[in-house]
């Protein structure tokens, strides 16, 4: 889908999502994106009806597409399963190699330059190409693959996360330490480390949105 023009469409307004030009409950015109995005409404319809298909958008019969709007039960049920699956993932990881701990060290310099320059939606870009080199590795894909449909649906609840200072210094710090726990095998303290990052974010998103996001007990 990436080199088709719905594909384009799809990257473009997830773009518009983690650098929060689109907010969670917000309508969604298609003759506007169409204009923003420099297409026809053809490739803006059906990237809108892929993204519905990911639960990131969602269509009410005469009003149209909105971008998902979460409850504060449904960021903590995503937080649970995460929570879970990405134990398990991490539990079946193998010993990572050399080269995939140099990998993870140089996206988190690359994280590291983009907090520099507050450059969130790159941060995000790149965080979520960290953890999932990571998640990958277990080779376990079809528990990854569900991972990653939730990182998606909770993706524009997250950069909000980001656009905190003290959040995007924490990210690279708690990376350093998962890498050095992943270079070491020390799988519980992986783990542990990989909770503690998540629940920073949930935490926050409880603070910024007013929401009640009770942690996992």
């Given at each position: 889908?990436?080199?088709?023009?719905?594909?384009?469409?799809?990257?473009?307004?997830?773009q518009?999502?983690?650098?929060?030009?689109?907010?969670?409950?917000?309508?969604?015109?298609?003759?506007?994106?169409?204009?923003?995005?420099?297409?026809s409404?053809v490739?803006?319809r059906?990237?809108?009806?892929?993204?519905?298909a990911?639960g990131?958008?969602r269509?009410?019969?005469?009003?149209?597409?909105?971008?998902?709007?979460l409850?504060?039960?449904?960021?903590?049920?995503a937080?649970?399963?995460r929570?879970?699956?990405e134990?398990i993932?991490?539990h079946?990881?193998?010993?990572?190699?050399?080269?995939?701990?140099?990998?993870?060290?140089?996206?988190?310099?690359?994280?590291?330059?983009?907090?520099?320059?507050?450059?969130?939606?790159?941060?995000t870009?790149?965080?979520?190409?960290?953890?999932f080199?990571?998640?990958?590795?277990?080779?376990?894909?079809?528990?990854?693959?569900?991972?990653?449909?939730?990182?998606k649906l909770t993706?524009?609840?997250?950069?909000?996360?980001?656009?905190?200072?003290?959040?995007?210094?924490?990210?690279?710090?708690?990376?350093?330490?998962?890498?050095?726990?992943?270079?070491?095998?020390?799988?519980?303290?992986?783990?542990?480390?990989?909770?503690?990052?998540?629940?920073?974010?949930?935490?926050?998103?409880?603070?910024?949105l007013?929401?009640?996001?009770?942690?996992?007990?």
């Amino acid at each position: 889908m990436a080199e088709t023009s719905v594909g384009r469409a799809v990257e473009e307004i997830r773009q518009m999502m983690r650098s929060k030009e689109l907010l969670p409950g917000q309508p969604l015109r298609q003759e506007a994106l169409a204009e923003r995005l420099g297409v026809s409404r053809v490739p803006v319809r059906e990237a809108l009806k892929a993204l519905e298909a990911e639960g990131i958008v969602r269509h009410q019969p005469n009003i149209g597409y909105t971008v998902a709007r979460l409850s504060s039960e449904e960021l903590r049920q995503a937080y649970l399963m995460r929570s879970a699956l990405e134990a398990i993932v991490l539990h079946e990881l193998p010993r990572l190699s050399a080269a995939q701990i140099i990998e993870l060290t140089e996206l988190n310099e690359r994280i590291a330059e983009a907090v520099e320059v507050i450059d969130v939606v790159r941060i995000t870009e790149l965080n979520h190409e960290f953890h999932f080199v990571i998640f990958r590795s277990s080779g376990m894909q079809m528990i990854v693959d569900e991972i990653e449909r939730i990182w998606k649906l909770t993706e524009a609840y997250r950069s909000v996360y980001i656009y905190d200072a003290a959040a995007r210094r924490r990210i690279v710090r708690e990376h350093r330490q998962l890498i050095s726990a992943l270079r070491r095998g020390q799988t519980e303290k992986a783990i542990a480390i990989m909770d503690a990052h998540r629940d920073a974010t949930q935490v926050q998103l409880s603070t910024t949105l007013g929401a009640s996001l009770p942690l996992p007990g």
